[in-house]
């Protein structure tokens, strides 16, 4: 499916960097990996699509400035994303003329973030703005309460914004500037790109789970477990009910082991058996990090509220505290195959 049509006319063959004015109010989640101020223009004939999560990839024969042919790789959203937004495989057809404006990327000088692609049929395809570096696929996957009869924890849910703070259900996390010397060594030695979990088909912590941006997270009962199954790396965590002790021998994981218990219709879980890790962003945790969350149905506001607190005396010695909102979603919850950065698509 393609979208936004438009005609373009005066293309010039191979590579080009354009003059654009600095993206202000761009959001900085993908500055790490790609210049929202360096906009390059990429015309060539599609060499290769992969549909993939947890990105998708364009693959373009074009010519560098001196005239050497070149493949310039494209970075797109996750094919769930795309997948969510009506858009599937057949969104680019290999063989088939292109020019993409794009963010160049700081590592790879022949890679971008997918902005906008001009085909060859006078239509286009939008992923990230230029102008605003913003991105398409955020908004509008979130629906009410009422609209799908939400009453309780239980269903789908989805975080329903990415760039406004209120708007995207993301309440600051206070405790992190406590952290110490240990967890100051191990932040400084993380690079938020090759260490990334995303990239490793890993989750990191529930607290990124809970956050992932576009991705669906269900909340199910069977028996004395309450299944949290989050989209972003078909995370599974299983809450038991049944217990009130955790075992003796947990082997530690990026999710830990969970138990709780319904404090009216809040369900409260006691996670430990934590791995070293990624706890949010490039802040890190050790392996005795415990979590505590309360998880409610917000009747007011109709929203999922996840609220946290972690425990980490080895790496911070404040309590690390936040909370997250969900709202509903109508949208199916998607199987997520990651297939780790590296490996070949075949």
């Not at 003059?19 to 060539?44: K, L």
Request: proline share 5%; with cysteine; hydrophobic share 35%.
């Amino acid at each position: 499916m393609k979208k936004n049509i438009v005609a373009i006319a005066g293309l010039t063959l191979g590579l080009a960097v354009l003059n654009v004015a600095p993206q202000a109010n761009a959001h900085h989640g993908f500055a790490a990996h790609f210049d929202p101020d360096n906009i390059v223009r990429i015309e060539g004939t599609i060499k290769q699509y992969d549909f993939i999560n947890p990105h998708s990839y364009l693959h373009i024969d074009t010519f560098d400035e001196d005239g050497e042919p070149i493949v310039y790789r494209c970075d797109l959203q996750a094919r769930t994303h795309l997948m969510r937004h009506g858009h599937d495989e057949t969104l680019f057809t290999v063989g088939e003329s292109i020019v993409v404006l794009g963010f160049q990327a700081r590592r790879d000088p022949h890679s971008c973030e997918y902005g906008v692609g001009y085909f060859e049929d006078g239509t286009s395809f939008t992923m990230r703005t230029i102008d605003e570096a913003e991105s398409q696929f955020a908004p509008g996957l979130a629906t009410t309460s009422e609209e799908i009869g939400q009453e309780s924890i239980f269903g789908n849910w989805i975080r329903p914004d990415i760039y406004d703070d209120y708007e995207s259900g993301r309440e600051p996390i206070y405790g992190l500037g406590s952290v110490m010397i240990p967890g100051e060594a191990a932040r400084s030695v993380f690079d938020p790109i090759m260490d990334n979990p995303v990239i490793h088909c890993e989750s990191g912590s529930p607290i990124r789970s809970w956050g992932a941006v576009g991705l669906a997270t269900s909340i199910s009962m069977a028996d004395d477990q309450v299944i949290i199954y989050h989209e972003t790396m078909d995370a599974t965590r299983i809450v038991h009910l049944g217990m009130t002790e955790h075992p003796a021998d947990i082997v530690p994981s990026d999710l830990g082991h969970s138990i709780g218990y319904f404090e009216g219709d809040t369900l409260v879980v006691d996670s430990i058996g934590f791995s070293a890790g990624v706890l949010n962003g490039a802040n890190q945790n050790s392996e005795q990090m415990t979590m505590k969350e309360w998880i409610s149905f917000d009747e007011e506001s109709g929203r999922l509220l996840i609220e946290f607190t972690v425990i980490d005396r080895r790496f911070y010695n404040q309590d690390i505290v936040g909370a997250q909102y969900l709202q509903p979603t109508a949208n199916e919850v998607l199987p997520y195959e990651c297939l780790p950065e590296g490996r070949e698509v075949l």
